[in-house]
């Protein structure tokens, strides 16, 4: 799987640290969501984000590194505009800002997960691969 990568993890050492199969296939933009840091770093609707596309199926890992289970991060999918040599959706970790002291606002009411997901339905959020 493709995930885009923005903040520790557009690190090669902190992504050997966790996984044992990966590789970085390029830069990438996030658009529809712009960085927000906190106590780690994070996204918030509009704008974009730049970074990378990191290719791996260490799926477990990553969501043990971002906390899925715990909730700090939530994993979604969102189209991915990269051509044949790329899935059509990447993967996302978006961060509560809640819980990373963040200064960011998610429209809709109820648990993060479900605020995230919700705008993601109706939202313009897509990866683009950088040429």
Same mark, same amino acid.
């Given at each position: 799987?493709? *995930?885009?990568?923005? @903040?520790?993890?557009? #690190?090669?050492?902190?992504?050997?640290?966790? +996984?044992?199969?990966?590789?970085? %296939?390029?830069?990438?933009?996030?658009?529809?969501?712009?960085? %927000?840091?906190?106590?780690?770093?994070? +996204? $918030?609707? @509009?704008?974009?984000?730049?970074?990378?596309?990191?290719?791996?199926?260490?799926?477990? &890992?990553?969501?043990?590194?971002?906390? *899925?289970?715990?909730?700090?991060? %939530?994993? *979604?999918? %969102?189209?991915? #505009?990269?051509? !044949?040599?790329?899935?059509? !959706?990447?993967?996302?970790?978006?961060?509560?800002?809640?819980?990373?002291?963040?200064? &960011?606002?998610?429209?809709? !009411? @109820?648990?993060? &997960? !479900?605020?995230?997901?919700?705008? +993601?339905?109706?939202?313009? *959020?897509?990866? $683009?691969?950088? #040429?």
């Amino acid at each position: 799987m493709d *995930v885009f990568v923005y @903040g520790t993890l557009t #690190d090669p050492a902190r992504v050997g640290d966790h +996984l044992d199969s990966f590789v970085f %296939v390029g830069p990438a933009t996030l658009h529809g969501l712009h960085l %927000v840091d906190g106590r780690y770093p994070t +996204l $918030a609707p @509009g704008g974009k984000t730049a970074g990378r596309l990191l290719r791996t199926d260490e799926v477990d &890992a990553l969501d043990a590194y971002e906390r *899925v289970d715990d909730g700090l991060y %939530v994993r *979604v999918t %969102v189209p991915l #505009d990269g051509g !044949e040599r790329h899935p059509a !959706e990447a993967t996302v970790y978006v961060g509560d800002p809640d819980r990373l002291d963040a200064t &960011a606002t998610w429209p809709g !009411e @109820g648990p993060f &997960a !479900e605020r995230v997901r919700s705008h +993601l339905a109706t939202a313009d *959020v897509r990866v $683009a691969v950088d #040429d």
